[in-house]
Structures are given as C-alpha cells and as structure tokens.
Nanobody, 124 residues
C-alpha cells in the first residue's frame, strides 16, 4: 500500500507557474505508474498527466500539453507536475494517484491510491 501527499498548490495569476509535488510513502514507489488528475467545482474528475513506472513514458491531456510537465524522482519517492502558462480554466483541486501497473494510464479507474488533493487557483 502507498500513501500520497500533495503539496505546492496556491493562488497564481494568469500566465504564472506552479510546481506540484506528490510524496509517496513506502518502498514500492517505483512499482507504480503515477498520474495527476483535477476536479473543478461541479465538474467530474479529469485526467491531466501520467508517467510510467520507469519514467520513460508520459502522456498529457490535450488541454495541458505543452504547458505542463510530469516527472518523477525515484530516490525521493516523489512525482512532480510543473505547470506553466497557467489559465483560469486550470483552476481545480489537483490529485495525485498511483496505479499498480507499469504503463502510463489516463484512465481514472486504473488508479488504486489517491492523495487528498491540493487547490490550484488561477486568477484572471
């Protein structure tokens, strides 16, 4: 089992940047593919970015492609989401998730463990 704790959210102006971190407990972090999802008020949770167990494959939602970058540090048991050129429509609670699979996945039901979320607010 793994526990996930997100951090790095906050309030930023349009065009600004934030870096989210997700720290994982346990020594099996390298066994999981990782993903970031987000949920805006009144909306369903949606896929943002994912990275494979090895870190060799990444995949992004079209809405963030070219602006967001997902990465992982195996030694630190941490996954990151670098968010640049932020827009008001990026405002949401961002969740980190871990999946017991090798490959990157954009499918919410693939994921077995979830963090508590961190709020990102982009002002116009």
């Amino acid at each position: 089992q793994v526990q996930l704790v997100e951090s790095g959210g906050g309030l930023v102006q349009t065009g600004g940047s934030l870096r989210l971190s997700c720290a994982a407990s346990g020594r099996t972090f390298s066994s999981y593919a990782m993903g970031w999802f987000r949920q805006a008020p009144g909306q369903e949770r949606e896929f943002v970015a994912t990275i494979s167990r090895s870190g060799g494959s990444t995949y992004y939602a079209d809405s963030v492609k070219g602006r967001f970058t997902i990465s992982r540090d195996i030694a630190k048991r941490t996954v990151y989401l670098q968010m640049n050129t932020l827009k008001p429509e990026d405002t949401a609670v961002y969740y980190c998730a871990a999946a017991k699979t090798a490959g990157a996945s954009s499918t919410l039901r693939t994921y077995d463990y979830w963090g508590q979320g961190t709020q990102v607010t982009v002002s116009s």
